[in-house]
């Protein structure tokens, strides 16, 4: 997150014309103008005549959410149609791996329970610089301290 993505199209041989080559950007599970930001999904580059490559970039948003994995797919085709793409490969998926760590800590250093309750509320916090889009699991170990446990004290 937070790092502009750079694609590179690249022909296997230099050619005597202009080659546009027709981009399209489609939300995976990763939403244009939250995760990422592109000017329009749709669009065509054009790698000029002699020269073997053109690029572009993609902003990846830094959401400061603490969230899953995201993606968002690039396909490309030749324009004309009477152009083809030697390259098996004329789509991709990009993952955004979020940079954003959710912080649990303890509100307070000690906790008092009553012996009849059987229980104790502890209270947590999570960190206040980033919201988080899932569940938070944290787990709490009591040390040994000056009870003895098992219904003694």
Same mark, same amino acid.
């Given at each position: 997150e937070g790092n502009p993505l750079l694609v590179n199209i690249t022909l296997s041989d230099v050619t005597s014309e202009d080659v546009v080559v027709e981009v399209n950007i489609t939300d995976g599970t990763a939403t244009v103008g939250i995760d990422y930001i592109v000017a329009t999904s749709l669009f065509n580059v054009t790698i000029s005549a002699g020269v073997l490559s053109s690029s572009f970039s993609i902003n990846i948003i830094d959401d400061m959410i603490h969230e899953d994995i995201e993606t968002f797919n690039i396909a490309i085709r =030749? !324009?004309? %149609?009477? /152009? $083809? /793409?030697? $390259? +098996?490969? $004329? $789509? =991709? @998926? @990009? %993952? !955004? !791996? +979020?940079? +954003? @760590?959710a912080v649990v800590t303890l509100l307070y250093s000690s906790y008092d329970a009553l012996e009849s309750s059987g229980r104790m509320a502890v209270a947590v916090s999570l960190s206040t610089e980033i919201v988080s889009s899932k569940d938070i699991a944290c787990a709490i170990v009591l040390l040994p301290g000056t009870t003895t446990g098992n219904n003694v004290d």
């Open positions: =030749a !324009i004309p %149609t009477c /152009l $083809s /793409l030697e $390259s +098996d490969i $004329s $789509s =991709a @998926v @990009v %993952t !955004i !791996i +979020d940079n +954003d @760590v």
